[in-house]
Structure formats: C-alpha cells, structure tokens
C-alpha cells in the first residue's frame, strides 16, 4: 500500500479505532491499579516523526514496571496525528507475556499521555507502532535479572579428613569437605566449586572429594551467593602417602599405537600411543609418559596424540598405591604428513548462443552449454544444471531452450576429492519466431514439484520430450465428469511419462497416489475454473484500468505493470461479482536491478465508479474490499507476500520467497469470512474476517452492516508505480 504522510489525523484515528488499537495494558485496563506499586517508570515518547519514536528505553529489570507513553504536544507532536505502542506477542524469537496495545492522541481525554502497569521477565521484548504503513516505528527491551542489594560475597572454609600419620600426613586417602555461608550478603549461597592444583578447571562441588591418588596436592575452592557476588578463591594443601603394605611388586605396563600408516609402516599425520596399567597388589595409583629421552614426566589420563612429523620415542611408566614404580619403558614410532588433498571446487562457465533480434532477446530457442575444469588434481565429477528454479539434473548435454519467456540457468560443479562450486548463473530471454512454435501444453504451470489438486506429491516438475512440464500434462483444473475418467487421464499420462524415461516407479506412483486423494472429479468438485484472463487481446479488453499506473500485454499471453505511468492504481474486472470462491493466477517479480514487486490481488470490493463516499475510484478497492498482498522486499512494508493487507500479517518465512523472474502459483479461497492464501500449493495464510470497515463506518445499506466485510464483489489487481514492476498471466476463478 502507498505510504502517505499527509493522511488527515481524523481519518487515521477512525483507523485506529476500527483496527482496535486503543489502550489494553496486561491488566486489560487502561490506567494503572491503585493496588500495586511498579517498581520502575520505562517512558516512551512520540511527536511528528512517523519513522521512529522520539525516545525509548532499550533495558529495564525484570520485576514490576510502570510503561508511560506520551504523545503530546509537550512531546514535540505539533500535527495531531496519533501513534500507537504495541508489544508484539506471537513471534516466538520474543517474550509474549505482556499484551499492550496503547493508542496516544494529543486530542484525547488523557492529553496524550498513557499508562499501564505489568510485570517483566527476563528476555527481549519486541514493540511497534501497528498502523499500515508505519511499522518503522519498532524497537527492542531487553530485560534482565535484577541484581538486589546484596553486594557482600559468601564466606567459604575447607576441612581435609582421614588418618594421618605423625607426619601429619594422609595414609591412604584423603577427604576434601567445603562449606559457604552467606549470612552478611542475605541473598543465600547459590553454588559451591572448587578446582585440582593451580591452574585446574572449575568443578560443581555437591560432597565431599575423596582423594586416594598418592603426593601432595592443592585444591583451591570458592562461592557464589544468588547476587551474582563471588568470595575471595582460598586454597587446602595436603600429602597422601601409601598405607603400610607388604606389596614390593611394581605394576606391569604396555602401550600401543595407532592411526592410518603408509605401507612402511608410517603413521600418516597422527599417532596415538595409549598406556594401560595393572597390579594385581595394591593397585594402580597413577601412570606417567615422557615424550623424548629427556622430556618431564607428566600424568597420563588419555591417549597421546602426536601431530608432528618426524621419529618419537614415548617413554612410561607406572606408580602403585604402595609406593612401587615400574621399570621405564618405551615406544618408538614416525610420523609422516599426508599427501596434499583436494579442497578446491571445480571452476565453471556457460555460454547462450542463438539468433538474437535487436532487443538482444533470443529467436525461437537459446542453447546453454556448460563447462568445468578443476585445478585441484583430482578432476571433475560431473555437473548440474536448474532451469527456472528447478531441481539440479544432471548436465550431459547443451540445455535448448524454447519456450517463449525470460529464463535462468543456474549451474554448479563437483570434483572427484566432493568439492562442489558455488552455483552460477545466466540469465536470457526467448521470443517467438524462428519456426519454432510455442508447446501445446494444456495448462500453465512451473511450480517445482508436481502438485494434484492441492496434493504435494514432492516429484520434480520436470520438462517432459515434448516440452510441457508434468503439471502442465495433469490438467486437474479442468472439469472432469467422474473421478474414474480424472485418473484414468493421469494413468495414461504417467504411462507415457515413465515409457520416455522422465519419472522412476517410486515417481509414478506418487502422483497416481496423490491423483487419488485429490477428489477431483467426485461430486461436489466437478465445476471447473472459468478463466478470465488468457492472454487473448480480447480477455484483456474485458478488464478496466482505475487510477494510476497501467497493465500491457504480452507476446506470451502475460500481462505486466508500466514502467512509464506512474501512480497508484487498478486493473479490474468488472464483468461480474463473486462470492465464496477459488482465484487461481500466477504472477512474477519483474522488477529491475536490486529492487522488488510491490503488487496484490483485490477481493469482494463493490462497484468503484460513482461510490458515494470515496470519490477515486481505485481506493474504493483499497477501502471497502480486501488485499492479498504480492511482496518479496525483505525489508520495508511489515505486510509480506499473503498478507490480507492490514489485517492479518504474514512474513517471508511463512510465504517464502521465490527467486526473481521465477512465476508463482496463487490461490485465494474466500468461503463466507474465511480466507485462504495458497502459494505454490502450500497454504501460507489463513483469516477470519469479523472487523468492521477499514477506513470509515458502514453504511446503513452497505452488505457490511452485520460487522462483516462484504459477502460478494469484484477482483482486480494493483499496480503499484513505474519501478514496482510486477507480471500476471493465466487468471481463473471457480465459485465455490
């Protein structure tokens, strides 16, 4: 929808109102209890900018608050217009606990200024301001965990038990008991850690540590309290020694080592050496290796890796609890490095010939052919190529393309080491002529997977011998007298299909599966689509231009929005009105460089001509009927390709996006107030109309007057200005 800064604060609170955005704090009132204090004031403030809220607070304390927003001439809004904060409760990347839905008028009971109280939780909360067209104004609370008053770390102490000799020493083992308190602080002890030698890992300390490992050792030790205040790190040093013991035997040790060797027996980029220890007496107590003849010893707990190429030599050994140690012995290995490998991607190239005109465009067919080296040595795979957006097949041959249109090719590589090139692309367009004629096919249809009725069968819509797509083979629009003779057409088409070698039988089936669940051809589904623009000059002619902008018509029956004229406006079809129905069409982003069609489909608006309460004709659509919105831009207009123009938004990831210059299915089902919004047949939307009129009051008269949308009326499509350009083709409608 066109933004316009100038709209009249009247009409924009009448809006407002109608939208249902008025004041509605968590509590669901719109002052604050008198019974509850917030514990802080977070203050929005608006004034005449429409892009951005003149401030806003970013962080705040989870816990009560108080939420002030202002939008007053005190605040800087000299024009009247209203604004609005609200907190966005359904996107799940954001808190949702908080429903505020606030609108601020400098004219109202209140001044302009509003407030609720609610309670916070800790997280990131998502605002806006929701009236179409200005959903600029958002921003982000981030909410933490409030730090209290207690800023006095525990108190932490440690006591070593067991037997010990005259020495002070432990015999046998040693039991390491830590306690915290934090009576000063009064938040409360929150955790306990404690961490072997002096540069050791922090570990949760839960009971007592038993230490049975021979020598002397530190542990240091310390608290945290629920304020987040750590005590001052202490530490415990003790010796545990052998107990008394008859056993004189030391343990017996062996290594081995492992990793990938070359046929001499070298390790080829890494060794492992791994060290096992036993004694039948005392036990094992610790086993030690050296790496070299005059390394140090160091404690072994896992298996050594030994990266560096060249000759080593392991030395190892072990202790038992009795104090005996091992005779040293060793292991002596070499490490090689690997050959090499492959990591870089093939590098590819294409090349389109043809007979071209003087627009540059291609004469009855262009011929793609790909080609790929691979400087990595170990040669190319094989290559791929996408028609359109398809799936990736595999490339044997030059691509021919022939039918009328703008297409892409999209191409990548593969070498034998499993490198893949990023995929590239040419893109090029094919006029009629040259002898070739356009394919016969019964219907348009270049979704990427071959869809029955509504029925996803997941197959590729691949390009069949004759050059029509398998879609376009299954004519399940068309109106069948049964549903045995519906499948009996797609088991001839199947057969046909599979003869040529273009599905497997795993494909065969699926779509003769889907066939089945369609329904399509049983009572109550045999009235076909009526089609109401075929890309005929007298189907167009049937259509009217409203307002600003203008469609034209295509070489290849498609209709697409001027570049020249300029303004906001509408292509309808005023020959007859429709109540619950199926709009099928397929449109296409065509706008240039970088940017992004701005289009949408028109629904149940009444007559535009001589309406008594909208003078131009094109905004009696945009006022009194619905918009199924058409828009890829990733950012902007909050409203996305399916949305029911400012009533029920959808994003890019529930609609998904297509790449440019690729054609869409749409379906847009309208069944009393329900509406349904299917794109490449995935349902993306769904809405229940029960809002009055957007723009102004009904009418005594008006169909409206229950509190519902009108229950019939005409379609159209927008067009949106000189860059917004957007293409349409192949627009059919069955009531329902």
Request: charged residues 20%; negative net charge.
């Amino acid at each position: 929808m066109t933004r316009r800064r100038g709209i009249l604060a009247a009409l924009l609170a009448a809006l407002l109102t109608v939208l249902g955005l008025q004041a509605v704090p968590a509590s669901g009132q719109a002052e604050p209890s008198s019974g509850r204090a917030a514990a802080q004031v977070l203050t929005w403030t608006a004034g005449d900018d429409i892009t951005k809220y003149t401030s806003a607070p970013t962080t705040a304390v989870a816990g009560p608050a108080t939420i002030v927003f202002e939008n007053s001439e005190a605040t800087g809004n000299t024009t009247g217009m209203p604004h609005t904060l609200t907190f966005v409760t359904s996107d799940p990347e954001f808190n949702g606990d908080v429903e505020l839905n606030i609108l601020a008028n400098p004219g109202d009971d209140r001044g302009g200024r509003h407030t609720a109280e609610v309670t916070l939780t800790p997280g990131r909360y998502f605002y806006h301001c929701t009236i179409p067209g200005h959903g600029q104004m958002q921003g982000i609370l981030v909410v933490t965990e409030g730090g209290g008053e207690d800023t006095t770390p525990p108190q932490t102490s440690a006591r070593v038990n067991g037997t010990q000799n005259t020495q002070g020493e432990y015999v046998g083992s040693a039991s390491v008991e830590i306690a915290a308190t934090d009576d000063d602080g009064g938040s409360g002890v929150d955790r306990i850690q404690y961490a072997v030698g002096g540069t050791g890992d922090w570990i949760p300390y839960t009971a007592p540590v038993v230490v049975d490992r021979l020598g002397r050792h530190t542990y240091r030790y310390r608290a945290f309290d629920k304020a987040g205040n750590v005590s001052a790190e202490k530490s415990v040093e003790f010796t545990v020694v052998p107990q008394p013991s008859d056993d004189g035997t030391p343990p017996e040790t062996s290594a081995t080592v492992s990793g990938e060797q070359n046929a001499d027996g070298t390790y080829v980029d890494m060794a492992t050496v791994t060290v096992t220890a036993s004694d039948t007496g005392s036990g094992v107590d610790r086993i030690q290796y050296a790496v070299g003849p005059a390394g140090d010893w160091i404690p072994y707990t896992a298996p050594v890796m030994i990266h560096r190429p060249g000759t080593h030599t392991l030395r190892y050994r072990a202790v038992d609890k009795a104090g005996n140690v091992s005779p040293e012995r060793t292991v002596t290995f070499t490490v090689v490095s690997a050959p090499p490998q492959d990591t870089t991607p093939p590098v590819t190239g294409a090349t389109v010939d043809g007979t071209r005109n003087s627009a540059g465009a291609y004469v009855g067919s262009a011929r793609v052919t790909v080609g790929a080296t691979d400087h990595g040595g170990s040669g190319v795979a094989g290559i791929e190529y996408s028609l359109d957006g398809g799936p990736y097949i595999a490339y044997t041959a030059p691509v021919v393309v022939d039918r009328v249109g703008t297409h892409t090719v999209a191409y990548r590589a593969s070498d034998k080491a499993g490198n893949t090139s990023a995929a590239l692309s040419v893109m090029f367009s094919v006029v009629a002529g040259g002898g070739v004629p356009a394919p016969a096919c019964p219907e348009w249809d270049e979704r990427l997977t071959v869809i029955v009725g509504t029925v996803d069968t997941g197959v590729p819509n691949r390009v069949t011998n004759n050059r029509c797509r398998i879609n376009e083979l299954i004519e399940d629009e068309r109106e069948w007298t049964s549903h045995a003779l519906f499948l009996k057409h797609v088991k001839s088409v199947l057969a046909r299909l599979f003869r040529d070698g273009v599905v497997d039988e795993r494909e065969y089936d699926a779509v003769l599966e889907a066939a089945r669940a369609s329904g399509i051809g049983k009572p109550g589904q045999t009235e076909g689509y009526r089609t109401i623009l075929d890309g005929s000059a007298e189907s167009f002619a049937r259509w009217e231009q409203a307002g600003g902008g203008s469609f034209a018509l295509n070489a290849d029956g498609s209709i697409t929005s001027g570049t020249t004229r300029p303004g906001l406006g509408m292509l309808w079809f005023p020959q007859r009105k429709y109540g619950d129905f199926s709009l099928r069409l397929q449109w296409r982003d065509d706008a240039p460089g970088t940017g992004n069609a701005n289009s949408g489909v028109f629904v149940r608006f009444p007559w535009i001509h001589g309406h008594p309460e909208e003078p131009r004709p094109e905004w009696v659509a945009i006022k009194y009927g619905h918009e199924v919105q058409v828009l890829d831009r990733p950012d902007g207009d909050l409203y996305k390709t399916g949305s029911v123009y400012g009533f029920d938004r959808v994003g890019l990831a529930g609609a998904g996006v297509t790449q440019k210059g690729t054609w869409n299915d749409y379906e847009i089902r309208v069944v009393g107030q329900h509406y349904s919004v299917y794109r490449n047949g995935v349902l993306i939307n769904e809405f229940d109309n029960i809002g009055g009129l957007a723009f102004s009051p009904p009418r005594a008269d008006d169909p409206g007057t229950d509190g519902r949308r009108f229950a019939s009326g005409y379609v159209g499509l927008q067009v949106h200005g000189t860059t917004d350009v957007v293409s349409y083709r192949d627009i059919r409608i069955k009531e329902l």
